[in-house]
C-alpha cells in the first residue's frame, strides 16, 4: 500500500516536470521568431515581437527629425536639414544583435535577470560629405588663421572710430564642427555654441595692446553728447562728428601731445560752427518765403534774424571738449530775433506785398486781417523798404512830419526807422496801382478799421516781411 503510494507520488512528480519541460519548450518555440519574454528596449515592451516589428515602434518614438538648429554668438541661427543631407536612421542591426544573443530556449533567464531592460540608439546614414560641406559652410565658420587675427581701429562714418578686435571671442571652429556633428548624431533640436563654450579669447601682443590704450582715449574723446539747439532745430555733436574733430598727420595717423594725449583740431570745430551759422543765420541774409498767394519769394534785407556769435561759439565748443562736456546748449548771438531756427518767423507774422498792394497778418496760422493798401510812391523816389523787419514800436493819435508834410493818424505801429503802418483818412481807395503814382512817403497806408483791429492785436517784435 505505501509503496503504491510513493510510486503514485512519483510518476505525478514525473507527469508534472514533463508537462513543464514541454510548457516551457513550446514557450521557446513562441519565442524563436520574437523578443524573448520580458525584453524592453528603449521603454518599449518587445516580448514577441519581431525585428521589424520593434523597429517600426522605436522609429515612430523618434518622431520625424527636420534637422539641428545652431546658434552662434550673435544669437543667429542656422538649420543643417536632415533631409538635404539624406539622413536616414534604423534599429535593425542593433535588435539583431540583441535577438541573436537571446536563445529562445534560454527565455528563463529573463525570469530572474534584470539585463532584459536595453537602451538603443539608433544607426545613422547620411551624406557624410554633403553634411560636411554645409557645416563648413556656416556663416560663422570664418578659417581665419589665429595668428592673422589682429586688433586695429578703424573709421567707420555712423560711429566715429571703432576698435576692430579680432582677439575676442574667437570660435573654436574644430571644437565647433565636432559638437555640431555630435548634436546632429543624437537627433538634438537645438546647440548654442556660446553656451556651450565653443568660443574663445586670443592671447595679444604688446602692440595690440597699446591699440586698445589708444582706442579707449578715443572712445573717451568721441563718447559726446552735445546738442545745439536752434528754436525748434537741433543740431547733434555725437561719436560721428566729435571722431572729425581728433587732429591726424597727413597719413591718417593719431597726433598726441607730450602727455600722450589727443589733441582737438581746432579748425576742425571751428569749420563746424561756421557750418552751424550758414545754416541756421538769417540775419543779413537772403531768406525764401510762401506768400498767401503760394508763391515762393526770396526776400533781401531788413534788420530781423539771428546771427550766431561764431567766435563765442567756437571757443565754447574747444572748451567743452577739453573738459568733456555733455549738454543741451544754445548758442551766443550777435543778432538776435524772437523766434530761433531756421524758420524764425515763425507762424505769427505780417505780410506786405508791394507789387499786389495787399497786407495780411496771421496770428498762430490764422489769417487775422487781410487788406489792400497804399505804400510809397516809385514816380517820385519814395519807394517802401524791401526786407525783413519787425514791429519796434506802437503809438497812437499821432502826427507823421516830413519835409512838405504833416498827417495825423489814429494808429501807427512802427516797421523801421521812419517806416510804418498806418491809417490814412485823407484816402477813401487803397489798392491797386495807387502808388504807382499817388503813394505816400514810404510808409503803409492802411484803411482805418484793418489798421485799429491789428494795433490791437499786433505785439512789438511781430515780424514784417515786406517784398515785390
Known amino acids: 500500500m505505501i509503496k503504491k503510494f510513493f510510486k503514485g507520488i512519483f510518476i505525478s512528480i514525473v507527469f508534472v516536470f514533463v508537462l513543464l519541460a514541454v510548457l516551457y519548450c513550446l514557450m521557446a518555440y513562441y519565442y524563436k521568431d520574437g523578443f524573448s519574454y520580458g525584453t524592453f528596449i528603449n521603454g518599449i515592451y518587445c516580448t514577441g515581437k519581431t525585428i521589424d516589428q520593434v523597429n517600426t515602434e522605436l522609429l515612430r518614438n523618434i518622431g520625424d527629425y527636420k534637422g539641428l538648429t545652431v546658434v552662434d554668438i550673435d544669437g543667429k541661427s542656422y538649420t543643417v536639414s536632415a533631409e538635404e543631407v539624406g539622413l536616414k536612421y534604423d534599429f535593425t542591426d542593433r535588435l539583431k544583435e540583441l535577438y541573436y544573443s537571446q536563445m529562445p530556449i534560454l527565455w528563463g533567464e529573463n525570469l530572474i535577470y534584470s539585463n532584459r531592460y536595453n537602451n538603443f540608439s539608433p544607426t545613422i546614414t547620411y551624406n557624410t560629405a554633403l553634411f560636411e560641406e554645409t557645416v563648413d559652410h556656416l556663416p560663422f565658420f570664418t578659417h581665419i588663421p589665429e595668428d592673422s587675427r589682429i586688433v586695429r581701429i578703424n573709421r567707420t562714418t555712423n560711429n566715429g572710430y571703432e576698435l576692430i578686435n579680432m582677439r575676442l571671442n574667437v570660435l573654436n571652429e574644430e571644437y565647433a564642427k565636432t559638437l555640431i556633428t555630435d548634436s546632429f548624431n543624437t537627433f538634438k533640436d537645438e546647440v548654442d555654441l556660446y553656451k556651450e563654450g565653443c568660443y ?18 578715443i572712445d573717451e574723446f568721441q563718447d559726446r553728447n552735445i546738442v545745439y539747439r536752434f528754436g525748434e532745430d537741433t543740431e547733434i555733436i555725437d561719436r560721428s562728428v566729435a571722431s572729425s574733430f581728433i587732429t591726424t598727420d597727413g597719413f591718417g595717423k593719431f597726433v598726441l601731445d607730450e602727455n600722450n594725449d589727443l589733441i582737438p583740431d581746432r579748425s576742425k570745430m571751428d569749420e563746424y560752427v561756421d557750418s552751424l551759422a550758414a545754416k541756421y543765420d538769417t540775419y543779413g541774409t537772403e531768406r525764401e518765403f510762401r506768400s498767401t498767394d503760394s508763391r515762393i519769394v526770396k526776400v533781401s534785407g531788413g534788420n530781423y534774424g539771428n546771427k550766431i556769435d561764431t567766435e563765442a561759439e567756437k571757443e565754447y565748443l574747444y572748451n567743452a571738449f577739453i573738459n568733456g562736456i555733455n549738454e543741451e546748449h544754445e548758442p551766443v548771438y550777435e543778432h538776435e530775433a524772437p523766434i530761433k531756427g531756421r524758420n524764425d518767423l515763425g507762424n505769427t507774422y505780417i505780410e506786405i506785398d508791394l507789387t499786389k498792394q495787399r497786407m495780411y497778418y496771421y496770428r498762430n ?49 512802427g516797421i523801421f526807422k521812419g517806416y510804418g503802418i498806418h491809417d490814412a483818412s485823407w484816402r477813401n481807395k487803397f489798392g491797386g496801382e495807387i502808388y504807382k503814382t499817388a503813394g505816400s512817403h514810404g510808409c503803409v497806408n492802411t484803411p482805418y478799421e484793418n489798421i485799429k483791429k491789428m494795433w490791437e492785436m499786433v505785439e512789438d517784435g511781430t515780424p514784417v516781411i515786406l517784398f515785390y
Open 365 to 413: 496760422g490764422i489769417q487775422e486781417v487781410a487788406t489792400d493798401i497804399v505804400t510809397g510812391c516809385t514816380a517820385n523816389g519814395h519807394s517802401t523798404i524791401r526786407g525783413t523787419y519787425y514791429i519796434y514800436n506802437h503809438r497812437q493819435n499821432t502826427y507823421l512830419i516830413g519835409p512838405d508834410y504833416r498827417s495825423y493818424v489814429r494808429y501807427w505801429l
Open 200 to 217: 574663445r579669447n586670443l592671447s595679444m601682443t604688446s602692440e595690440m595692446e597699446e591699440c586698445i590704450d589708444l582706442y579707449n582715449k
